[in-house]
């Protein structure tokens, strides 16, 4: 969950709370005043009738009338308020017993009988309103503590669940957005999004659209570019063919001896026979390749091997290979492309460390159920800048003029490296080192070969 | 004077090449495209032929196929540089030995006379090679062993036949390494341990009666 989504969530559900109490409160408020105005006014109107008409009925027929009516049976008997109706003594009509010093006691009216005695209308009920809507809308919250709790729990989950949803809608997509983003950036150009939208049709699901066309456009011109790098190195060999033959020809007429220009120039045609050889090479480990992997090899020993041939060929030169080697047992793999890669590496790290200092290299087997191999090149040069450490396997590309332009590369031989192992489902990855010094590190997978002869 | 036919569509590369080959001291012709290069190499009988594998309408491997359906001459494949399914496949349909174009025309002369020196030297190549109970056709790289055929890959046949062809006398891993895989022998590789470790399984050689290992020097197969 991103920040995006908290910030929505969060304020979904806020305005959610606040609409919701609010409404609770105003509706509350208008319901209380309403209904208990309109049903005590009604209520005590419907009594004042009655009493009217009760005290009519003793005024001009006597108590024994009133009697009768106090008796007779009503249809609306429940609702019938209790009249009671007490002489100058105290007694009440039909004997019933009352407590007049109670609260809700309220004396309607006072009425002369024909007979002189003087009666008066009280009844016990006429204060005490029926429960109104509002009361009822709010009982629940009035039992107790919890259930004031529990309910305010109920409210508040039922927000956030609909809060959560509505911004799950927005930022989901969102989400998947931002995920191929992420993969298109990593390389991977086969990445669209729009048939994780489903049925939208927003501005989201438009913009998922406008990102596939983007990125097929950008695919397009990316193989098109690796197309033109390969096509035109594979044009240039027949002219390379043609110059070596030439040179080889000029050197024959010179009876074996080559002046120092021809030297030149077969040097600078091998350069080039090198260079269109790695772009060759490259462009066919980028597509998918037609290598074979069935050599079997000894990576201890193909890792001391190049380890011997670097300190043979810095001998004098103040720098040192220093080797950490575990029997790593064999793999099986294509032999030309591994040692390439891991000796390009090796070869890197020597030419960038500083006089004086040693570059390491160790190699042990990792991890219990999936063995894989670790191998880790430290050197002690200037490093890599930060920014541009990712770009350290992109071919052709030159990090800074001082790690690169005395190195007399072409820049395609780390990226070579980082495709040969990835050929070996491998992983690689730099860094650099607190105290100074880049460190490459290479992780190939173990396959377990049965015997080992 | 040895002679030498070469198939390649790039004409002004072969007539550069033909010059260079005459100084040598070869006799050479030329051809450019598959279809004449099968009709000369038959009509002339050249000692070599060198093919160009990257030619229009018959590439060098198909040239390769027709050409083998009726001759043993020996060829060089031209391969493109670096690729490596280019030279397995070329060794797999009969090429004597490859070369990465663009190559050094020094190397070419030097990889033409060891193919020459071998094929003299092998000139009555035998129909097959009978060790005991094994036998080996190399026209058709099919190896029996008590009248049942084999399932052989490609590198474990090539060890077969090499140690055939020397059974009975012990055959170094550098030999084994050029001849069989066609790569030279590095410390670190294992790959001959690992297809003889997988060719006597096929062979249900488990005591190592059939092919012996001389530890530290190579393999040898009991006559």
Not at chain 2, 140 to 153: D, G, W
Request: include cysteine.
């Amino acid at each position: 969950m991103g920040r995006l989504f908290w910030k929505i969530f969060l304020s979904f559900w806020l305005t959610l709370l606040l609409i919701i109490s609010g409404v609770i409160w105003g509706t509350t408020i208008y319901l209380q005043n309403s209904d208990a105005f309109q049903v005590n006014d009604l209520r005590s109107r419907m009594m004042n009738r009655q009493a009217m008409s009760l005290a009519q009925v003793i005024r001009y027929a006597g108590p024994e009338a009133g009697k009768a009516i106090l008796l007779s049976p009503h249809k609306h008997h429940r609702r019938r308020p209790r009249f009671f109706v007490l002489d100058s003594q105290g007694h009440e009509l039909l004997g019933r017993q009352i407590d007049l010093t109670a609260p809700d006691i309220k004396e309607y009216a006072s009425v002369k009988a024909p007979d002189g005695e003087t009666f008066r209308l009280v009844s016990t009920n006429s204060l005490r309103p029926r429960p109104s809507v509002a009361a009822l809308f709010l009982r629940p919250f009035k039992r107790s503590p919890a259930v004031y709790i529990l309910w305010l729990a109920i409210a508040l989950l039922f927000s956030a669940m609909v809060s959560f949803w509505l911004t799950l809608t927005i930022t989901r997509p969102i989400k998947s957005l931002q995920r191929a983003s992420k993969q298109l950036a990593a390389g991977d150009l086969e990445t669209r999004v729009a048939h994780t939208m489903d049925a939208r049709r927003d501005e989201i699901a438009d913009l998922a659209q406008d990102f596939d066309r983007m990125a097929e456009r950008l695919q397009t011109l990316l193989l098109h570019q690796k197309q033109l790098l390969s096509d035109v190195s594979h044009e240039l060999r027949s002219p390379l063919a043609r110059l070596k033959v030439a040179l080889g020809l000029a050197q024959k007429r010179q009876f074996g001896i080559m002046p120092e220009e021809l030297k030149r120039i077969e040097l600078e045609s091998n350069r080039l026979d090198d260079l269109i050889g790695q772009v060759l090479t490259l462009s066919r480990l980028e597509s998918g390749s037609v290598y074979r992997r069935d050599d079997y090899l000894d990576v201890a020993e193909l890792v001391e091997s190049i380890v011997q041939d670097c300190n043979y060929e810095i001998n004098g030169a103040q720098k040192r290979v220093l080797l950490k080697a575990e029997n790593t047992g064999i793999i099986e793999a294509n032999a030309d492309l591994l040692r390439r890669a891991l000796e390009n590496v090796i070869r890197n790290a020597v030419h960038y460390t500083q006089a004086d200092t040693d570059v390491t290299v160790t190699l042990e087997t990792t991890g219990s159920s999936d063995k894989s191999l670790q191998l880790r090149i430290c050197d002690h040069g200037s490093g890599v800048p930060d920014l541009q450490i990712d770009q350290l396997f992109e071919p052709f590309v030159r990090l800074s003029s001082a790690r690169d332009r005395d190195s007399g590369g072409f820049g395609l031989g780390l990226a070579i490296a980082k495709r040969a192992i990835l050929f070996h489902n491998g992983e690689i990855s730099a860094w650099n080192r607190p105290q100074g010094g880049l460190c490459v590190q290479i992780i190939l997978p173990v396959q377990t070969i049965g015997r080992k002869s | 004077m040895p002679s030498v036919l070469l198939v390649d569509d790039d004409q002004e590369f072969t007539s550069m090449l033909s010059d260079y080959l005459t100084d040598e001291g070869f006799k050479v012709e030329l051809a450019h495209d598959g279809q004449t290069g099968i009709k000369k190499a038959l009509a002339l009988v050249p000692d070599i032929v060198v093919l160009d594998v990257m030619m229009p309408v018959l590439d060098g491997f198909d040239t390769l196929q027709a050409l083998r359906k009726s001759s043993h001459i020996p060829v060089l494949m031209l391969t493109a540089k670096g690729e490596d399914i280019d030279r397995i496949i070329g060794l797999e349909m009969g090429a004597d030995d490859y070369l990465a174009k663009p190559c050094n025309p020094r190397e070419l002369v030097a990889r033409l006379k060891a193919i020459l020196r071998r094929s003299q030297s092998q000139t009555n190549s035998p129909i097959s090679l009978v060790s005991g109970d094994l036998e080996i056709s190399p026209a058709s790289r099919q190896a029996t062993y008590r009248h049942q055929p084999l399932e052989l890959t490609s590198s474990e046949y090539n060890l077969l036949e090499t140690l055939a062809r020397h059974a009975g006398h012990v055959v170094d891993k550098e030999t084994l390494s050029e001849q069989a895989l066609g790569k030279p022998l590095t410390v670190y590789d294992r790959s001959i341990d690992m297809h003889m470790s997988k060719l006597r399984q096929k062979l249900g050689d488990t005591d190592q009666m059939l092919i012996k290992t001389v530890r530290g020097v190579g393999y040898q197969l009991a006559r």
